[in-house]
């Protein structure tokens, strides 16, 4: 479905919003917006379109946001939320919300630490990959524990047109099993075996094309499960260009922060930070595509 283009800064000024980029090719913090209050509908596809072409849209200060509003407010954006397989990271009450960070609640642990130590667009294991990501901060470290977004968009355009043609009709293999295994290394075997056996790889174009802006990325998975089988070398390459420092928006977390961003041509990740001193806690909502890579 292409959707027709929206002049969204005008469209949020007009709202009373204002929009202040972060980074030349990612990041656009939008601020006046209470997320825990009804939201007027024409703002949704002006959301839509800002975070579509500026890859992650930063809401400061949504300290009064509650699961059931937030999920309330990811899920006007379509797609369907995410029920995650490890059920014990998830909320009791709203199973879509993931808890990520090392938190324990009754000498338990309920968010998952690992899953954002690698670069990587959100479940692009999928036959129908991730759309819209929303991590909202509860808690976070003074210091480390950032998360980077890439602009695959752009990172493409910025090829010479050689390198481009080259890159034509390939594709990519991605693995869950790969990734399950490494994002998830305390899960039993049978766990393991089990989401093989649900989640065989997928082959997605390693050049996609954005419905929505209608303009040519760089689609690469990501490090933990991704492969490009024809030609051994090509991803670390692509991955370098990507995210060395052009194309990147580098997010230094507030409790308090939502986080919203288009995982169709775009690639993040988190930081380490002192897990023995310091706690993280995210909650994660994924929106599934209804539509493949193409
Ligand atoms: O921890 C983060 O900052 C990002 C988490 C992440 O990428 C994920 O949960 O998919
Ligand atoms: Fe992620």
Redesign the pocket.
């Given at each position: 479905m292409t959707r027709p283009s929206i002049d969204w800064r005008h469209s949020l000024a007009a709202h009373g919003l204002a929009a202040h980029d972060l980074s030349r090719h990612a990041g656009t913090q939008i601020t006046g917006l209470d997320l825990s209050q009804p939201i007027d509908e024409a703002l949704i596809p002006t959301l839509r379109a800002a975070c579509a072409e500026r890859v992650v849209l930063l809401f400061r200060d949504q300290h009064d946001l509650t699961p059931r509003a937030y999920l309330a407010f990811a899920n006007r954006f379509g797609g369907r939320p995410d029920l995650h397989s490890q059920r014990q990271y998830c909320l009791g009450e709203h199973p879509e919300i993931?808890v990520?960070g090392n938190v324990e609640e009754n000498g338990r642990r309920i968010g998952a630490s690992r899953?954002?130590l690698n670069w990587?667009t959100?479940h692009y294991h999928l036959p129908e990959p991730g759309l819209f990501?929303f991590?909202h901060a509860l808690v976070v470290p003074p210091e480390a524990g950032e998360?980077r977004y890439a602009n695959g968009l752009a990172a493409y355009d910025a090829l010479p047109a050689a390198a481009k043609a080259e890159l034509d009709g390939i594709q990519v293999r991605h693995s869950r099993a790969k990734l399950f295994k490494a994002l998830f290394p305390e899960a039993t075997a049978e766990a393991q075996a089990a989401e093989q056996a649900k989640m065989p790889d997928v082959i997605h174009p390693l050049v996609r094309r954005h419905p929505e802006l209608a303009r040519d990325g760089l689609y690469l998975g990501g490090e933990w499960g991704s492969e490009i089988e024809a030609e051994p070398g090509l991803f670390d390459r692509l991955l370098d260009h990507m995210t060395d420092g052009e194309f990147v928006y580098q997010h230094h977390w507030r409790a308090g922060d939502v986080l919203m961003s288009d995982n169709r041509c775009s690639l993040?990740r988190?930081s380490e930070w002192d897990e023995t001193t310091e706690l993280r806690r995210?909650h994660?909502i994924i929106l599934i595509d209804d539509q493949r890579p193409q």
């Open positions: 993931f990520v899953v954002g990587h959100d990501t991590l998360t993040h988190a995210l994660r």
